[in-house]
């Protein structure tokens, strides 16, 4: 059974910098599509997302600049740093793994968004606070 773990969350100061993990077993990440997303008021946003075929990782707007994706194959392991973090930055973060279905007509108010990854954790909160 494939199952995604995120860690690495936690309470930072404006301006801080965090790095969460997330362990994949059951499904490799070099050859996985990989999500990131982050549960803010009314809309589970969607932060970056990894294609496995093609190896592009695409970011969200708000993050671009920022927030950056690495991946370590040996470990299975793929990481969310966030930089420059700011308050509106507060929220539970996630990882999603699987094949990125790109459903434009699913739900996106709640993570997880099924409709666009199978396999979700269960996240890990980040707060930015002074």
């Known amino acids: 059974e494939a199952q995604v773990v995120e860690s690495g969350g936690g309470s930072v100061p404006p301006g801080g910098s965090l790095m969460l993990s997330c362990k994949v077993s059951?499904?490799?990440?070099?050859?996985?599509?990989i999500g990131w997303y982050r549960q803010v008021p009314n809309e589970c946003e969607q932060l970056s997302i990894i294609r496995a075929r093609n190896g592009n990782i695409t970011y969200a707007d708000s993050v671009t600049g920022r927030f950056t994706v690495s991946r370590d194959y040996a470990a299975n392991m793929v990481y969310l740093h966030l930089n420059s973090l700011k308050p509106e930055d507060t929220a539970v973060y996630y990882c999603?793994?699987?094949?990125?279905?790109?459903?434009?007509?699913?739900?996106?108010?709640?993570?997880?968004?099924?409709?666009?990854?199978?396999?979700w954790g269960q996240g890990t909160q980040v707060t930015v606070s002074s």
């Open positions: 999603a793994a699987g094949y990125y279905a790109l459903c434009s007509y699913c739900p996106r108010a709640t993570c997880p968004r099924r409709g666009d990854f199978a396999v």
């Open positions: 059951g499904l490799y990440v070099r050859s996985s599509d």
